[in-house]
């Protein structure tokens, strides 16, 4: 998928770390970007920028004070980005860097990344955030397949433009049944989500004062966790999470809360379960106040406040 690089100059800090995160995504072919320096010497700005205005399939907005302070990138770039994406054309990903007043522009009605809008430059780990931000990029382009581009095969009719511009945005749930193999599959990516959230969590607690993390990663489908809370004397919490399912009777994905714990015990466990439209891990126990039944994300989340909770730390997500 083609994608085009909005940002402010004043920012190129931020375009260098975007590029250095997004090599993976580069380097399997998953994702090409295009930006401004990519235009050859002698070529005509306006006419190139909007070429690939009208090209690119997402849109990657590096928001911040500058960014919307500039003429050009909201009322060229922003502005044709987002009506491309109102059309169903292309889709776009603003990108929160700096504390800014985004909320009042025409970004307010998209979700933002990092998680929850979060400015990059307030984490405590700005690596973490750019983590979090190509997580969800690769989400986006795992599935869901690459929009129609203006003049391509797959186009609308010219008469129906105005029928598909005007219609609103649906999302369809089809029934259907799933078998061993989609639920071995499910289980196997779901451990990897959880898996992955939490190399990440502990990355960034890392930079918090006073907390200490530590990932360890004991085999293919099992990895270990512990954090410290050096204000607290007994603020020390131990977690294992095991995946895949055993000869012990335990759930797809299951946990202790203790260190290396063993294969045959378990404080608690997901199992992979499927209503009519899609699956999902049902908890074998409710997780701060959590309902039972979630997506990987969010018992990944479930379960990282939990054990930070027995470190004596909160944590607001």
């Not at 995504?25 to 010497?41: F, M, P, Q, S, V």
């Not at 071995?184 to 959230?197: H, L, M």
């Not at 055993?246 to 404080?267: K, L, M, P, R, V």
Request: net charge negative.
């Amino acid at each position: 998928m083609k994608a085009f690089i909005s940002y402010s100059h004043r920012d190129s800090f931020a375009l260098e770390r975007l590029h250095v995160h997004l090599a993976s995504l580069k380097r399997e072919g998953h994702i090409e970007a295009w930006y401004d320096r990519d235009i050859l010497a002698g070529s005509e700005l306006d006419a190139e920028i909007a070429e690939q205005l009208e090209a690119c399939e997402l849109f990657l907005l590096l928001v911040s004070p500058d960014f919307l302070a500039s003429e050009y990138c909201v009322e060229t770039e922003m502005r044709r980005a987002l009506e491309r994406h109102d059309a169903r054309e292309a889709r776009v990903v603003p990108i929160i860097i700096e504390p800014c007043d985004w909320a009042s522009s025409g970004l307010r009605a998209l979700k933002t990344l990092p998680r929850d809008g979060k400015p990059i430059s307030d984490w405590t780990n700005e690596n973490t955030a750019y983590l979090n931000v190509i997580q969800e990029l690769r989400r986006i382009l795992d599935h869901e397949p690459p929009t129609s581009a203006p003049g391509s095969n797959t186009a609308a009719a010219p008469n129906d433009d105005d029928a598909i511009r005007s219609a609103p945005e649906r999302r369809y749930r089809v029934r259907r049944e799933f078998d061993d193999i989609d639920k071995a599959e499910f289980r196997e990516n779901a451990f990897k989500t959880i898996k992955a959230y939490f190399q990440s969590a502990v990355q960034e607690l890392n930079s918090v004062e006073g907390l200490r993390g530590r990932f360890t990663n004991l085999s293919e489908t099992s990895f270990g966790c512990v954090i410290v809370n050096r204000g607290l004397g007994r603020g020390t919490a131990h977690l294992t999470v095991h995946g895949g399912r055993g000869q012990h009777g335990f759930g797809d994905i299951y946990y202790s809360f203790s260190e290396n714990a063993a294969e045959n015990t378990a404080n608690g466990w997901f199992n992979v379960e499927a209503d009519e439209y899609e699956l999902h891990l049902k908890a074998s126990i409710t997780l701060t106040h959590n309902e039972r039944s979630m997506s990987p994300e969010a018992a990944a989340e479930a379960l990282w406040t939990e054990i930070l909770q027995q470190a004596g730390i909160s944590y607001d997500g």
